[in-house]
Protein backbone atom coordinates (compact mmCIF):
# COMPACT_ATOMS: atom_id res chain seq x y z
CA UNK A 1 0.00 0.00 0.00
CA UNK A 2 1.04 3.58 -0.94
CA UNK A 3 1.74 5.47 2.27
CA UNK A 4 0.81 9.63 2.14
CA UNK A 5 2.32 13.06 1.56
CA UNK A 6 1.25 15.51 4.43
CA UNK A 7 1.65 18.74 4.00
CA UNK A 8 2.20 20.55 7.46
CA UNK A 9 2.20 24.04 8.37
CA UNK A 10 4.89 25.25 11.27
CA UNK A 11 4.66 28.51 13.04
CA UNK A 12 5.29 31.72 11.49
CA UNK A 13 6.93 33.23 14.48
CA UNK A 14 5.47 32.12 18.19
CA UNK A 15 6.41 28.31 18.28
CA UNK A 16 3.39 28.28 20.56
CA UNK A 17 1.31 28.24 17.36
CA UNK A 18 1.88 24.58 16.28
CA UNK A 19 -0.85 22.19 16.39
CA UNK A 20 -0.87 19.18 18.19
CA UNK A 21 -1.44 17.34 15.30
CA UNK A 22 1.43 18.84 13.57
CA UNK A 23 3.45 17.16 15.73
CA UNK A 24 1.65 14.21 15.70
CA UNK A 25 2.80 14.01 12.19
CA UNK A 26 5.60 14.93 12.13
CA UNK A 27 6.58 12.25 14.95
CA UNK A 28 5.22 9.24 12.83
CA UNK A 29 6.03 9.76 9.08
CA UNK A 30 9.17 8.37 8.07
CA UNK A 31 10.10 11.07 6.06
CA UNK A 32 10.20 15.10 6.60
CA UNK A 33 11.01 17.52 3.56
CA UNK A 34 12.11 20.75 4.75
CA UNK A 35 12.95 24.38 2.76
CA UNK A 36 15.64 24.96 5.08
CA UNK A 37 16.82 22.16 6.84
CA UNK A 38 19.34 23.94 9.52
CA UNK A 39 16.24 26.53 10.22
CA UNK A 40 13.80 23.26 10.73
CA UNK A 41 16.09 21.78 12.98
CA UNK A 42 15.64 24.02 15.34
CA UNK A 43 11.82 23.32 14.96
CA UNK A 44 12.15 19.76 15.45
CA UNK A 45 14.59 19.83 18.47
CA UNK A 46 11.95 22.16 20.39
CA UNK A 47 9.16 19.95 20.03
CA UNK A 48 11.43 16.28 20.33
CA UNK A 49 10.94 14.99 16.63
CA UNK A 50 13.98 12.79 15.41
CA UNK A 51 12.88 11.57 11.93
CA UNK A 52 15.47 11.55 9.09
CA UNK A 53 15.21 14.94 6.63
CA UNK A 54 15.96 16.11 3.95
CA UNK A 55 15.79 19.94 2.07
CA UNK A 56 13.28 20.51 -0.75
CA UNK A 57 13.41 23.81 -2.18
CA UNK A 58 12.74 25.84 -5.02
CA UNK A 59 16.51 25.10 -6.43
CA UNK A 60 16.06 21.26 -6.47
CA UNK A 61 12.65 20.47 -5.68
CA UNK A 62 11.57 19.96 -9.74
CA UNK A 63 14.54 17.08 -9.55
CA UNK A 64 13.24 15.53 -6.36
CA UNK A 65 9.54 15.57 -6.65
CA UNK A 66 9.75 12.21 -8.84
CA UNK A 67 12.23 10.51 -6.06
CA UNK A 68 9.38 10.99 -3.44
CA UNK A 69 6.71 10.02 -5.60
CA UNK A 70 8.14 6.79 -5.13
CA UNK A 71 9.39 6.41 -1.82
CA UNK A 72 5.79 7.29 -0.77
CA UNK A 73 4.35 4.45 -3.64
CA UNK A 74 6.79 2.10 -1.69
CA UNK A 75 4.77 2.73 1.55
CA UNK A 76 6.71 5.40 3.07
CA UNK A 77 4.47 8.55 4.53
CA UNK A 78 6.01 11.78 4.01
CA UNK A 79 5.87 15.31 5.40
CA UNK A 80 6.40 18.62 3.71
CA UNK A 81 7.38 21.55 5.86
CA UNK A 82 8.33 24.97 4.75
CA UNK A 83 10.79 27.33 6.81
CA UNK A 84 7.46 29.25 8.00
CA UNK A 85 3.57 29.13 7.10
CA UNK A 86 1.85 26.66 4.85
CA UNK A 87 3.84 25.09 2.32
CA UNK A 88 2.96 25.82 -0.83
CA UNK A 89 1.38 29.42 -0.58
CA UNK A 90 4.56 31.19 -1.96
CA UNK A 91 7.28 28.32 -1.10
CA UNK A 92 7.70 25.12 -2.14
CA UNK A 93 5.21 22.23 -2.33
CA UNK A 94 2.51 22.52 -5.49
CA UNK A 95 4.92 20.57 -7.53
CA UNK A 96 5.12 17.75 -5.01
CA UNK A 97 1.53 17.90 -4.90
CA UNK A 98 0.62 17.77 -8.37
CA UNK A 99 3.02 14.87 -8.39
CA UNK A 100 1.20 13.06 -5.72
CA UNK A 101 -2.00 13.65 -6.78
CA UNK A 102 -1.55 12.85 -10.60
CA UNK A 103 -0.10 9.27 -9.44
CA UNK A 104 -3.20 9.20 -7.30
CA UNK A 105 -1.75 9.33 -4.07
CA UNK A 106 -2.94 10.33 -0.46
CA UNK A 107 -2.41 13.80 0.01
CA UNK A 108 -3.59 15.41 3.68
CA UNK A 109 -3.24 19.21 4.81
CA UNK A 110 -3.65 19.78 7.94
CA UNK A 111 -4.88 23.42 9.28
CA UNK A 112 -2.58 26.00 10.62
CA UNK A 113 -0.21 28.91 10.53
CA UNK A 114 -0.48 31.73 7.29
CA UNK A 115 0.65 34.96 7.17
CA UNK A 116 -1.88 36.28 4.78
CA UNK A 117 -5.21 35.41 6.84
CA UNK A 118 -4.10 37.68 10.42
CA UNK A 119 -3.16 40.07 7.90
CA UNK A 120 -5.89 40.50 6.33
CA UNK A 121 -8.24 40.56 9.56
CA UNK A 122 -6.17 42.79 11.27
CA UNK A 123 -6.39 45.74 8.43
CA UNK A 124 -10.16 46.33 9.02
CA UNK A 125 -11.16 45.73 5.63
CA UNK A 126 -13.65 43.81 4.25
CA UNK A 127 -12.65 39.67 4.61
CA UNK A 128 -14.83 38.07 2.36
CA UNK A 129 -13.68 38.29 -0.65
CA UNK A 130 -9.87 38.86 -0.93
CA UNK A 131 -6.89 38.59 -3.69
CA UNK A 132 -3.92 37.43 -2.84
CA UNK A 133 -1.18 37.85 -4.94
CA UNK A 134 1.53 36.73 -3.23
CA UNK A 135 5.17 38.32 -4.26
CA UNK A 136 4.89 40.97 -6.95
CA UNK A 137 7.15 40.54 -10.18
CA UNK A 138 10.81 42.12 -9.24
CA UNK A 139 10.90 43.25 -12.48
CA UNK A 140 9.39 42.28 -15.70
CA UNK A 141 5.22 42.30 -15.74
CA UNK A 142 5.46 43.95 -12.40
CA UNK A 143 3.87 47.15 -13.76
CA UNK A 144 1.46 45.76 -15.96
CA UNK A 145 0.39 43.31 -13.14
CA UNK A 146 -0.09 46.50 -10.69
CA UNK A 147 -2.06 48.62 -13.18
CA UNK A 148 -4.81 45.34 -13.98
CA UNK A 149 -5.25 45.81 -10.23
CA UNK A 150 -5.87 49.20 -9.95
CA UNK A 151 -9.68 48.12 -10.67
CA UNK A 152 -9.46 45.36 -8.11
CA UNK A 153 -12.82 45.55 -6.18
CA UNK A 154 -11.78 42.82 -3.48
CA UNK A 155 -9.25 43.69 -0.70
CA UNK A 156 -5.84 42.39 -2.00
CA UNK A 157 -2.94 40.81 0.04
CA UNK A 158 0.57 41.21 -0.98
CA UNK A 159 4.28 40.03 0.74
CA UNK A 160 7.07 42.07 0.11
CA UNK A 161 10.67 42.07 1.55
CA UNK A 162 11.81 44.92 4.10
CA UNK A 163 14.20 46.14 1.77
CA UNK A 164 11.83 46.53 -1.03
CA UNK A 165 8.64 47.82 1.00
CA UNK A 166 8.65 51.56 0.75
CA UNK A 167 9.57 51.10 -3.12
CA UNK A 168 6.39 49.18 -3.46
CA UNK A 169 4.02 51.10 -1.51
CA UNK A 170 5.16 54.55 -3.68
CA UNK A 171 4.81 52.50 -6.52
CA UNK A 172 1.12 51.05 -5.47
CA UNK A 173 0.34 54.95 -4.90
CA UNK A 174 0.96 56.07 -8.18
CA UNK A 175 -1.05 52.57 -9.87
CA UNK A 176 -4.27 52.81 -6.66
CA UNK A 177 -4.34 56.22 -5.86
CA UNK A 178 -2.47 57.84 -3.19
CA UNK A 179 -5.29 58.04 -1.00
CA UNK A 180 -5.67 54.41 -0.95
CA UNK A 181 -6.22 52.85 2.58
CA UNK A 182 -3.74 50.05 2.99
CA UNK A 183 -2.24 48.22 6.08
CA UNK A 184 1.35 47.18 6.77
CA UNK A 185 1.67 43.89 8.42
CA UNK A 186 5.36 43.12 10.20
CA UNK A 187 6.76 40.28 12.04
CA UNK A 188 3.18 38.68 12.67
CA UNK A 189 3.14 36.55 15.81
CA UNK A 190 6.20 37.14 16.76
CA UNK A 191 7.98 39.90 19.72
CA UNK A 192 7.80 43.21 17.93
CA UNK A 193 4.12 42.62 15.44
CA UNK A 194 2.93 45.91 14.25
CA UNK A 195 0.27 46.91 12.05
CA UNK A 196 0.47 50.27 10.11
CA UNK A 197 -2.94 51.65 8.48
CA UNK A 198 -3.30 54.66 6.60
CA UNK A 199 -3.12 56.11 3.15
CA UNK A 200 -0.65 54.34 0.61
CA UNK A 201 1.21 57.80 0.99
CA UNK A 202 1.54 58.16 4.91
CA UNK A 203 2.20 54.29 5.23
CA UNK A 204 5.32 54.98 2.37
CA UNK A 205 6.56 57.78 4.41
CA UNK A 206 6.01 55.98 7.73
CA UNK A 207 8.70 52.92 7.08
CA UNK A 208 10.61 55.74 4.95
CA UNK A 209 11.50 57.21 8.56
CA UNK A 210 11.09 54.08 10.65
CA UNK A 211 13.50 51.10 8.22
CA UNK A 212 11.33 48.18 7.90
CA UNK A 213 12.46 44.97 9.85
CA UNK A 214 11.05 41.14 9.54
CA UNK A 215 8.58 39.71 7.34
CA UNK A 216 6.35 41.88 5.88
CA UNK A 217 2.18 41.63 4.38
CA UNK A 218 0.97 44.27 2.49
CA UNK A 219 -3.18 44.67 2.84
CA UNK A 220 -4.71 47.08 0.37
CA UNK A 221 -8.41 48.23 0.17
CA UNK A 222 -10.50 47.65 -2.86
CA UNK A 223 -11.21 50.07 -5.39
Not at 209 to 214: F, L, T, V
Request: hydrophobic fraction near 40%.
Amino acid sequence: MPGKLYIVPTPIGNLDDMTFRAVEVLKTVDLILAEDTRTSSVLLKHFDIHKPLQSHHKFNEHQKVALVRDRIMAGESVALISDAGTPGISDPGFLLVRECVAADIDVQTLPGATALIPALVDSGFPCDKFCFEGFLPQKKGRQTLLQGLAQEHRTMIFYESPFRLVKTLNQMAEHFGADRECAVAREISKKFEQVVRGTLTDVAAHFTANEPKGEIVIVVKGS
